[in-house]
């Protein structure tokens, strides 16, 4: 996939640390060719950061609550300001009190609920609201992360799915919103995989361990997979695809039950 996003630049949000999900698909666009800028939340996070940006070529980080309409508009701004004009937002940012993410959804808390939506769902907005006005001239491609516990029940994953199942509801609308000016608005689905964000979730290991040994394809996601496939989709390749809910699960979720060894 060398050269798909050759003078392409765009930004990266959520890199937790060199397993993120976030930081696969910054290191598939940079070996694709693109130019990349990186956000943070608070000096631990920046400090990982920070290696794993100059490792791709990146000096450009930027610390932003996206809780905080003045952190983001601040951002955006010093985004501007170095580049004109982008091509690609990836945002995969989601969070969830740990201590809900076992037991049952019934025992949800309106706080966690609330502050779950907010940043997991309500983000992507905000985000893609103010990284329209960097596209509106060129085109270009938000892209964000969701996983099956949308629109099936996954055990433990509780408030997460109910935020995931809005944050594709609002991919779809913000896909039609901003499809005239030719930005393209987009999901993508892997399955369980060995990040810091899936190991808050109660009974991680167990739903990797059953996904790797019933999907079709007999394994997880890779980070490599799901870095090729944002290379799709920011790719001048993936010109005609928005709205979408891509899956890179192993084909898991075409499943109905367990394969026979597993019953």
Known sequence: MAGLLTGKRGLIMGVANDRSIAWGIAKAMAEAGAELAFTYQGEAFGKRLEPLAQSVGSDFMVDVDVTDDASLDAAFEQLGGRWPAIDFVVHAIAYSDKSELTGRFLDTSRANFKNSLDISAYSFIEVARRAYPLMKENGGTLLTLTYQGS?????????????????????????????????????????????????????????????????????????????????????????????????????????????????
């Open 151 to 263: 629109n099936q029940v996954v055990p433990n994953y509780n408030v997460m799915g109910v935020a995931k199942a809005a944050l594709e509801s609002a991919t779809r609308y913000l896909a039609n919103d901003l499809g005239p000016e030719s930005i393209r608005v987009n999901a993508i689905s892997p399955g369980p995989m060995k990040t810091l964000a899936g190991a808050a979730i109660g009974g991680a290991r167990k739903t990797f361990k059953h996904t790797a040994q019933n999907a079709p394809m007999r394994d997880n996601a890779t980070l490599e997979a799901v870095g090729g496939t944002a290379v799709y989709l920011a790719s001048d390749a993936g010109a005609c695809t928005t709205g979408e809910i891509i899956r890179v699960d192993g084909g898991f979720h075409v499943l109905g039950m367990p394969q026979q060894d597993y019953l």
